[in-house]
T-cell receptor
Framework: AQKITQTQPGMFVQEKEAVTLDCTYD???????LFWYKQPSSGEMIFLIY??????QNATEGRYSLNFQKARKSANLVISASQLGDSAMYFC????????????FGAGTQVVVTP | DTGVSQNPRHKITKRGQNVTFRCDPI?????LYWYRQTLGQGPEFLTY????????KSRLLSDRFSAERPKGSFSTLEIQRTEQGDSAMYLC?????????????FGPGTRLTVL
């Protein structure tokens, strides 16, 4: 069964606008972590933001924020004030249980920022 | 640069040949992970080391695949008798603790093409 679902294969967003990337997850483990990574066309995976299952507040990192709705099992990424350099593939990932364990990734969302 | 490095960056081989990839993690990280990413998909977990011990292997890691981390530093991933379905990007990541997150830092990947 798919553990991480990203339903938006691609999105266009205008420069300076905000964009929300959807991510839902499936786990029965009470302890888990949720990650967002960015993968530009050059291929490297860049860590953006992390939310732990026990964290009470939504995570924020600069222009990135994570809208964590635990009951709905969703962890949407919000990018504010989009920039042309934000054009990339974005992956949601989950780690269950062990803090050092493997990441399970969704299929990704391609974001294109237009002038 | 003290990031994760991978060599070679590109490998083209003929079906049936053996190939070996190398990953050098961030020096203070004792966890090392291998993932495989096919076009248009998120990375899929292959295997994971803590120091020299291989702690987990995915079902994806058939008996043609073998990974080692002999001295707990660099790691190698070997694929024997390559098949066209092995064509993918092979990503290595290492993990340490930053702000309590246990983030995985990814290398640039090795792109394998099997003809």
């Amino acid at each position: 069964a798919q553990k991480i679902t990203q339903t938006q294969p691609g999105m266009f967003v205008q420069e300076k606008e905000a964009v929300t990337l959807d991510c839902t997850y499936d786990t029965s483990d009470p302890s888990y972590g949720l990650f967002w990574y960015k993968q530009p066309s050059s291929g490297e995976m860049i860590f953006l933001i992390y939310q732990g299952s026990y964290d009470q507040q939504n995570a924020t990192e600069g222009r990135y924020s994570l809208n964590f709705q635990k009951a709905r099992k969703s962890a949407n990424l919000v990018i504010s004030a989009s920039q042309l350099g934000d054009s990339a593939m974005y992956f949601c990932a989950m780690r269950e249980g062990d803090s050092w364990g493997k990441l399970q990734f969704g299929a990704g969302t391609q974001v294109v920022v237009t002038p | 640069d003290t990031g994760v490095s991978q060599n070679p960056r590109h490998k083209i081989t003929k079906r049936g040949q053996n190939v070996t990839f190398r990953c050098d993690p961030i020096s203070e990280h004792n966890r090392l992970y291998w993932y495989r990413q096919t076009l248009g998909q998120g990375p899929e977990f292959l295997t994971y080391f803590q120091n020299e011990a291989q702690l987990e292997k995915s079902r994806l890691l058939s008996d043609r695949f073998s990974a080692e981390r002999p001295k707990g530093s660099f790691s190698t991933l070997e694929i024997q008798r390559t098949e066209q379905g092995d064509s993918a990007m092979y990503l290595c990541a290492s993990s340490g603790v930053q702000r309590g997150i246990h983030e995985q830092f990814f290398g640039p990947g090795t792109r394998l093409t099997v003809l």
